[in-house]
């Protein structure tokens, strides 16, 4: 789910959006594009514009009045999108089952194996404190760097699978990741794996959020635990 700036909750369903005030879910206006559209993902970047990863058209922008639709036709490697994230500047950064995308605005630049990425399903997408780009994806993660890739293997690296879900930043550089085999930390360049056996409800970990309080939330196939 997202904030918008008048306060609603925009939440991702498998039928499309919908928005809840604190009373009442609503489906939203001038969204007909998303009515019936599995929607995975959303983001609202800086001018309050929402970002809408679907499965069947891919990428989606809501700027309040007007619905625009990008997909493979306008430049998107693939119409599943999986994670839509900010670049720090006005474009955004789009996850998808067939390579990573860079949108400016006005055109795609898209990634894939051929230019490094160690996978092109992409499950995650996080800019760093550093300007720093993590990928996660099906084959480990990768990180974007003056325009290169630079990757990380579970066997090299010592996290807990090569499938990694997702990303988030725990501090400068600190950093979490959730994998098909558990959860895992970066600190000081050193991993510290957790899995269910050190009290996860289940291993495979898909979503994380570190708080405004520091608290990590760890959302797990079943549960999820803080």
Same mark, same amino acid.
């Given at each position: 789910?997202?904030?918008?700036?008048?306060?609603?909750?925009? &939440?991702?369903?498998?039928?499309?959006?919908?928005?809840?005030?604190?009373?009442?879910?609503?489906?939203?206006?001038?969204?007909?594009?998303?009515?019936?559209?599995?929607?995975?993902?959303?983001?609202?970047?800086?001018?309050?514009?929402? /970002?809408?990863?679907?499965?069947?058209?891919?990428?989606?922008?809501?700027?309040?009045?007007?619905?625009?639709?990008?997909?493979?036709?306008?430049?998107?490697?693939?119409?599943?999108?999986?994670?839509?994230?900010?670049?720090?500047?006005?474009?955004?950064?789009?996850?998808?089952?067939?390579?990573?995308?860079?949108?400016?605005?006005?055109?795609?630049?898209?990634?894939?194996?051929?230019?490094?990425?160690?996978?092109?399903?992409?499950?995650?997408?996080?800019?760093?404190?550093?300007?720093?780009? /993590?990928?996660?994806?099906?084959?480990?993660?990768?990180?974007? &760097?003056?325009?290169?890739?630079?990757?990380?293997?579970?066997?090299?690296?010592?996290?807990?699978?090569?499938?990694?879900?997702?990303?988030?930043?725990?501090?400068?550089?600190?950093?979490?990741?959730?994998?098909?085999?558990?959860?895992?930390?970066?600190?000081?360049?050193?991993?510290?794996?957790?899995?269910?056996?050190?009290?996860?409800?289940?291993?495979?970990?898909?979503?994380?959020?570190?708080?405004?309080?520091?608290?990590? /939330?760890?959302?797990?196939?079943?549960?999820?635990?803080?």
């Amino acid at each position: 789910p997202s904030h918008d700036r008048k306060g609603l909750i925009w &939440i991702a369903t498998m039928s499309g959006v919908v928005t809840f005030d604190g009373k009442n879910f609503s489906i939203p206006d001038n969204c007909q594009e998303l009515t019936n559209n599995p929607v995975k993902t959303i983001y609202q970047d800086s001018k309050g514009n929402l /970002w809408f990863g679907s499965i069947r058209k891919g990428l989606l922008k809501f700027s309040g009045t007007k619905l625009s639709v990008f997909n493979t036709e306008n430049g998107l490697p693939n119409d599943i999108i999986n994670v839509v994230s900010g670049d720090g500047k006005n474009g955004v950064w789009i996850g998808t089952n067939d390579g990573l995308s860079h949108f400016d605005g006005q055109k795609f630049i898209n990634y894939s194996v051929q230019n490094g990425l160690p996978s092109n399903i992409i499950f995650d997408v996080l800019r760093d404190q550093n300007g720093k780009v /993590w990928i996660a994806t099906a084959n480990g993660v990768s990180v974007f &760097i003056n325009d290169k890739f630079i990757n990380y293997s579970s066997g090299v690296a010592g996290f807990n699978s090569n499938i990694v879900y997702c990303i988030e930043q725990l501090g400068k550089d600190e950093f979490a990741f959730g994998t098909y085999d558990g959860l895992s930390i970066l600190k000081k360049d050193k991993f510290y794996n957790y899995n269910s056996s050190n009290g996860l409800p289940n291993d495979r970990v898909e979503s994380l959020l570190n708080d405004e309080n520091g608290i990590l /939330w760890i959302g797990t196939y079943g549960a999820f635990i803080s």
